[in-house]
């Protein structure tokens, strides 16, 4: 990682902690925006929080600025550590010097030294507007990855009527919200929150710097393509837009959003697009982990995208149980895309590597660390021994890539408090029930894919049949 960048990370992590050491620019300057629950948090960590209507009816930019958030804002001013952020405390509590994402994110390029001197003195019941939106319109989803759930994908709702819920302690794929007034909208034409939305934007690209589409599958949405045909018309030549998309929609739909994109640039009406794409791993186990991907598919209509664009992909990996043992062929999959398309100036192939948190069954603080922790060192070790060394080296990772693995290695080796042995229990008995079921609904074989598991998956059988709930 570089000393410049390092740096800035420390100067943004003691200007943090002077106000106290749970204090997060994110709060207040961050918002990821769910309108089919009406539900919002301020960093991915934490789970989503409800956003009640009669809030939305006196003030639309209740959509960011909840009253549960401001009380979370109270407590990071007053030097409390709020109990929903526990990924970071996790991250600051192990031995040593440690950089969290509360660190990483407010150090972000788009949070600037007036936006921190702001919100350290501004009241903590006073509205903000965000400058970075995440936002979905929808669950309208073409896959249904298996840490995933119903609330974000409409192949997992359909799957659940269709099968029932799976018979796991941890609830992560029912359907009961569908029942609850208010709490879930399929169709988007019919959705309060989506009405308080658009009331707000006119105020809320004012301020706004980086807006990310994402879904479901953003690509299914009708509201996306009008969000990017109003740029059109109004453009916002001082705004990002970002996308996620798992691009394993069709190829005629890669190429749509391909040419609305560089027109848009073009003519200078965004100032610049970055697209953010899902994969795990690759080849069979990639396409078991998230159902509905094809390997050939997602490469073909990535080519197609930065082709038309020539804009950057970032690769969001959900570093899970089964990425452990086979991860390594997707790193030699990113360093054959970077020598692709890398150029002196561009670099188009990032990635970042968080660890997944939940479900508990998809965690990897499940699986014995003699037998796994081998794999997860020598992905390290082969990043380390990648690292970039001059400009030309188009392939290869950088310091902060490498610091980013390592986070997840020491995770893995370190644990935290949060994971009890009556988790890692649960756990283990979850993953039996679970992924026999999902090879059941899905016509797969686990063991087939991931043969390196056959001795841990008998270990949760065993946890299965001496369980009691």
């Given at each position: 990682?570089?000393?410049?960048?390092m740096d800035k990370?420390?100067?943004?992590r003691d200007?943090l902690?002077?106000?106290?050491?749970g204090f997060?620019?994110m709060k207040?300057?961050?918002?990821?925006?769910?309108?089919?629950?009406?539900?919002?948090?301020?960093?991915?960590h934490?789970?989503?929080?409800?956003?009640?209507?009669?809030?939305?009816?006196k003030?639309?930019?209740?959509?960011?600025n909840?009253?549960?958030?401001?009380?979370?804002?109270?407590?990071?001013?007053?030097?409390?550590?709020?109990?929903e952020?526990?990924?970071?405390?996790?991250i600051?509590d192990?031995?040593?010097?440690?950089?969290?994402?509360?660190?990483?994110?407010?150090s972000?390029?788009?949070?600037?030294?007036?936006d921190?001197?702001?919100?350290?003195?501004m009241p903590?019941?006073?509205p903000?507007?965000?400058?970075?939106?995440?936002?979905s319109f929808?669950?309208?989803?073409?896959?249904?990855?298996?840490?995933?759930a119903p609330?974000?994908?409409?192949?997992?709702?359909?799957?659940?009527?269709?099968?029932?819920?799976?018979?796991?302690?941890?609830?992560?794929y029912?359907?009961?919200?569908l029942?609850?007034?208010?709490?879930?909208?399929?169709?988007e034409?019919?959705?309060?929150y989506?009405?308080?939305?658009?009331?707000?934007?006119p105020?809320?690209?004012n301020?706004?710097?980086?807006?990310?589409?994402t879904?479901?599958e953003p690509?299914?949405s009708?509201?996306?393509?009008?969000?990017l045909?109003?740029?059109?018309k109004?453009?916002?030549p001082?705004l990002e837009?970002?996308m996620?998309?798992n691009?394993?929609?069709?190829?005629?739909?890669?190429?749509?959003?391909?040419?609305?994109?560089?027109?848009?640039?073009?003519?200078?009406?965004?100032?610049?697009?970055?697209?953010?794409?899902?994969?795990?791993?690759?080849?069979p186990?990639?396409?078991?982990?998230?159902?509905?991907?094809?390997?050939d598919l997602?490469?073909?209509?990535?080519?197609?995208?930065?082709?038309?664009t020539n804009?950057?992909?970032n690769?969001?990996i959900?570093?899970?149980?089964l990425?452990?043992?086979y991860?390594?062929?997707?790193?030699?999959?990113?360093?054959?895309?970077?020598?692709?398309?890398?150029s002196?100036?561009?670099q188009?192939?990032g990635?970042?590597?968080?660890?997944?948190?939940?479900?508990?069954?998809w965690?990897i603080?499940?699986?014995?660390?003699?037998?796994?922790?081998?794999?997860?060192?020598?992905?390290?070790?082969?990043?380390?021994?990648?690292?970039?060394q001059?400009?030309?080296?188009f392939?290869?990772?950088?310091?902060?890539e490498?610091?980013?693995f390592?986070?997840v290695?020491?995770y893995?080796f370190?644990?935290s408090?949060?994971?009890?042995?009556?988790?890692i229990?649960?756990?283990?008995?979850?993953?039996?029930?679970?992924f026999?079921?999902?090879?059941q609904r899905?016509?797969l074989?686990?063991?087939?894919?991931?043969p390196k598991?056959?001795?841990f998956?008998k270990?949760?059988?065993?946890t299965?049949?001496?369980?009691?709930?």
């Open positions: 990682m570089s000393n410049s960048y990370v420390k100067k943004t200007q902690n002077e106000v106290g050491p997060c620019a207040w300057l961050n918002e990821t925006l769910y309108l089919q629950t009406g539900d919002n948090h301020s960093c991915y934490p789970r989503p929080h409800h956003i009640p209507l009669h809030e939305i009816a003030d639309p930019s209740a959509l960011h909840t009253e549960f958030k401001k009380q979370q804002r109270k407590t990071m001013l007053e030097g409390g550590r709020p109990e952020c526990y990924y970071c405390w996790n600051e192990l031995p040593g010097e440690h950089f969290s994402d509360r660190m990483f994110h407010s972000s390029e788009w949070v600037t030294q007036e921190l001197d702001l919100i350290k003195k903590w019941d006073k903000i507007n965000p400058r970075y939106l995440e936002l929808g669950n309208g989803c073409n896959f249904k990855c298996g840490y995933c609330q974000a994908s409409s192949l997992w709702v359909d799957e659940i009527k269709k099968h029932g819920n799976y018979d796991l302690t941890y609830d992560q029912g359907i009961d919200f029942n609850r007034d208010g709490h879930f909208y399929e169709n034409d019919e959705n309060p989506i009405d308080a939305f658009w009331e707000w934007w105020d809320l690209k301020n706004l710097k980086v807006l990310r589409l879904g479901g690509l299914m009708s509201n996306v393509f009008k969000m045909e109003l740029l059109d109004e453009p916002a001082d837009i970002n996620n998309s691009l394993g929609v069709s190829k005629n739909k890669v190429q749509k959003l391909s040419k609305t994109i560089k027109k848009l640039l073009d003519e200078n009406k965004i100032k610049r697009f970055r697209l953010y794409t899902s994969i795990d791993s690759w080849g186990q990639a396409e078991y982990m998230r159902r509905g991907l094809k390997c997602w490469e073909e209509n990535l080519d197609t995208f930065i082709t038309i804009s950057p992909v690769i969001m959900t570093y899970n149980i990425c452990v043992g991860f390594t062929p997707l790193l030699k999959k990113i360093r054959e895309l970077r020598l692709k398309y890398n002196d100036y561009n188009m192939i990635f970042d590597t968080p660890y997944l948190k939940e479900p508990p069954h965690m603080n499940l699986l014995p660390k003699e037998e796994f922790g081998k794999f997860i060192d020598d992905d390290l070790e082969y990043i380390k021994r990648n690292i970039k001059n400009m030309s080296e392939d290869k990772f950088s310091e902060h490498y610091e980013k390592k986070r290695r020491n893995f370190e644990d408090p949060r994971i009890t042995e009556d988790l229990k649960r756990g283990r008995r979850d993953f039996y029930v679970f026999n079921e999902y090879d899905s016509f074989k686990f063991l087939e894919i991931f598991y056959e001795n998956m270990l949760c059988k065993e299965y049949e001496k369980f009691e709930r």
